[in-house]
């Protein structure tokens, strides 16, 4: 394994920090599933453009790598090594009225965690074998489900295309062939292992087994977070009566990109804002004052359309859901204030 020398255009936290010495220091070694540093980086070696550049294999993956891990996330995340994460998704005394009672900008809202299971490594590293038995494992608690939350599962494997591209173009599956999952291990074995369950009225999702093991989601067309957000805390309470998750004291909840530590949670809306659109300083100030990122309207690596933009808190770790909750409150108030004014 030799040390990779970037472009000086490279701009992936993975090249800023990952000094010849602290290569030196990590290379050889390895963790108990047999995760290594090479496997860690090579997303952010093979795809230049990466703005992070880095996975992990297992929860240990952030203590063995932790000299590289710990800058990228103080840097990214502004979450310090000495620092640890708290949750809190009680939002009982939290008056978030309705943002757009008279549906003028927000066409949709969507609230999601990553999660993945205790006891196994990550999508990264995690045998064909595994997966399999992590799939069965979570549609069998899946399929318990009661109430407006209860579905059906629908495995990829056998999944018409046409079945597959409806649901990805209605916001509902996920992408496929990401070229930095596929680096990173994530879509080995594709489609094997791999699903959607989704309530009746498709408001309640779980992504089986793509850049986490659970992608677990509420959406619904307008702006009612409040009951979008409430949805998911009832799945949680559910699932997680059944289902143990990769926690831990410092980074809560383990996710396979060190992007979604902490909470795991992005709760977005699909908001159109064609004024802001042409008054970008005045929207990247508001993004930026409320700890927002901005997607397009297909998800990551994808643009606006129309003036609509997916914004989400960026905020996942070092904050509890209630705060991230409100960064994403405040800040959809604010644009849509800016917005009516401009
Ligand atoms: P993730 O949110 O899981 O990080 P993406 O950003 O790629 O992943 O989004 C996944 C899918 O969810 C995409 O099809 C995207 O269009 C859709 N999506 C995200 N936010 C919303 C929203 N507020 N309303 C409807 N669809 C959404
Ligand atoms: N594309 C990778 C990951 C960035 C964060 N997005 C995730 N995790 N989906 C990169 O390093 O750019």
Redesign the pocket.
Known sequence: MTYPTFPPSTT?Y?SKYLTKELFEALKDKKTVNGFTLDMAIK??VE?L??????YAGDEESYELFAPLFDKIIEDYHGFGANKRHKSDRDIHNKSYKELDSKGEYILSTRVRVGRNLAGFPLGTIISKEQRYELEQRVVDVLKELKGELEGEYYPLMGMSRETQNRLINDHFLFKEG?R??ESAGLNRDWAEGRGIFHNYNKTFLVWVNE?DQLRIISMQKGGNLKEVFERLVTALDAIEQKLSFSYSERLGYIS??P??LGTAMRASVHIKLPKLANNIDKFNSIIKKYHLQIRGVDG??TQSKGAVFDISNRRRLGVTEVEALDDIYSGVEALIEAERVS
């Open positions: 992936s993975l997303s952010g795809n453009d990466s703005s992070i550049g880095v990401d930095f999952l850049e396979s990109c992007t979604n990551e690596h």
